[in-house]
């Protein structure tokens, strides 16, 4: 008998010997109508009159004006503070308040404040919603994308980050030192991404889901000066062993309308960082399948990648710390109305906006009434009993009811197929060879939700 046929019917048969997992609103048809409900509450209107106030306050740039009520940083950091707390009761709003002294880019020492909304869950593992609300204004744009890396732009005195030995090479002029309270709207980079959190705190908070998982959501300070928010708070949360399981970060996702007069609506743009089946490539796949079940309209598309060329995000000041975390991007971007004046909320689809909250909704209220992934190790996958099987162990996630294995070919970047095994911490796929497929396990809980999935890699050695 051809292998492959004998495996469809040993699985067919393993099928019969496992009935599916015990039957929570999520296992009938797949979907929970309580997650359905939450996504169904964004709303546009709101994330509307949010952007709209928060480019009221005309610069959030990190060195701008601090004491006034209604222009610069200080106002709206505090409004946006006040705001997360009039959105839900339940939530626990606080300033992350990091002193960061001069050096590099930062030309003199500032105090950052990143807002924390944190809505408390059954466990202390954490699942994070970001967008960073300081923006910046580098000054006209000469074209492309060269420059605008928020993690590497704007270098102080000389503007757009020549030193001014090339800049006088070049036949330029020095541009004079920055004014740090100049116009910088920061409508989509990144109000969008800010007014997404605040949102979804509102959504989540109301929703009267009782979450496994704490989620929180965030507004961080000083990604345009070299992600120094969310430096700041990754590592203090690393050293108070804060168990972050992921980051879904939003940084420029309001606008569909690409600067080459491409118009894209209907997908986004999701990056993670590698090695494949890494925490975070395992999320962005979480993120797909789940996303695209509860918002089939929106299409995810996968990158396998940390971020764009030369362009960077808090989501890598997470991964530097070790922690899961993947970042939106809208699909067609437009140069010439980010890092300066022209980023203005007219340059802002809100439809489009609302879609990408909707989709970070389906996908982390799914994380988070999942149980976490089981643990597996390379020295968790073997050939027994015959010697020419797939032996898969995994040891048991706290909560789970059953799991779920995945398996695809070594060259595939998906996988191919899967298979609910019930509630056991250890399966056989007959006749499979390990060194031509890929294996992973994900936790499945008593309502039916399933985790990431934790995939059998190989010792680095051995790669
Ligand atoms: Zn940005």
């Known amino acids: 008998m051809d292998n492959l046929i004998r495996v469809g019917l040993v699985v067919a048969a393993l099928l ?29 209107e709101r994330m509307q009159q949010l952007l709209a106030k928060l480019v009221s306050f005309e610069t959030r740039n990190t060195f701008s004006d601090t004491t006034s009520a209604t222009r610069g940083i200080g106002a709206a950091r505090q409004w946006i503070h006040d705001e997360f707390k009039r959105s839900s009761p339940r939530l626990q709003v606080s300033f992350d308040t990091h002193t960061i002294p001069a050096g590099g880019r930062v030309t003199r020492e500032v105090e950052l404040r990143n807002i924390v909304a944190v809505l408390p869950g059954k466990s202390a593992r954490r699942i994070y919603v970001s967008g960073h609300y300081d923006s910046l204004n580098l000054g006209p744009r000469r074209g492309g994308a060269t420059g605008a890396g928020s993690a590497r732009g704007a270098t102080g005195a000389t503007g757009a980050g020549l030193p001014a030995e090339a800049l006088a090479k070049a036949g330029q002029t020095p541009r004079p030192p920055p004014d740090y309270n100049a116009p910088a709207p920061g409508a989509n980079d990144d109000g969008s991404g800010t007014v997404l959190s605040m949102e979804l705190a509102r959504v989540f908070a109301e929703s009267g889901i009782e979450f496994e998982a704490t989620l929180v959501f965030m507004a961080v300070a000083g990604e345009e000066y070299g992600l120094i928010g969310a430096r700041a708070h990754a590592k203090r949360m690393k050293e108070e062993k804060v168990p972050i399981q992921a980051l879904f970060n939003n940084d420029i996702v ?68 070790g922690f899961a975390a993947i970042c939106f991007r809208e699909s067609r971007e437009n140069y010439q109305m980010q890092h300066n004046a022209n980023d203005t909320i007219d340059g802002v689809s809100f439809p489009y906006l609302a879609q990408n909250a909707r989709a970070n909704a389906a996908a982390m209220a799914t994380l988070a009434l999942a149980p976490p992934p089981p643990a597996v190790g390379s020295n968790m996958l073997g050939r027994q009993p015959s010697g020419y099987d797939a032996r898969l162990r995994w040891t048991a996630a706290d909560g789970a009811a059953g799991y779920r294995i995945f398996w695809r070919r070594a060259w595939a970047p998906d996988w191919e197929h899967e298979l609910s095994v019930g509630s056991v911490t250890e399966f056989v796929l007959p006749g499979m060879n390990i060194d031509d497929h890929v294996f992973g396990v994900a936790a499945v809980g008593p309502n039916g939700h399933e985790s990431t999935v934790s995939a059998y890699a190989m010792a680095a050695r051995e790669q």
Not at 263 to 292: C, I, M, N
């Open 254 to 321: 309001g606008n569909s309308r690409g600067g080459n007069g491409i118009v894209d609506g209907a997908t986004v743009r999701l990056y993670s960082e590698g090695p494949e089946d890494s925490p975070s490539r395992a999320l962005a796949q979480f993120t797909k399948r789940f996303a695209e079940r509860y918002l089939p309209s929106h299409q995810i598309r996968l990158m396998a990648r940390r971020d764009r060329f030369g362009r960077g995000g808090d989501h890598s000041a997470f991964n530097a710390e």
């Open 16 to 44: 019969v010997a496992h009935p599916t997992l015990a039957q929570g609103p999520a296992a009938r048809s797949g979907l929970d109508p309580r997650v359905q409900k939450l996504v169904a509450s964004v709303s546009e």
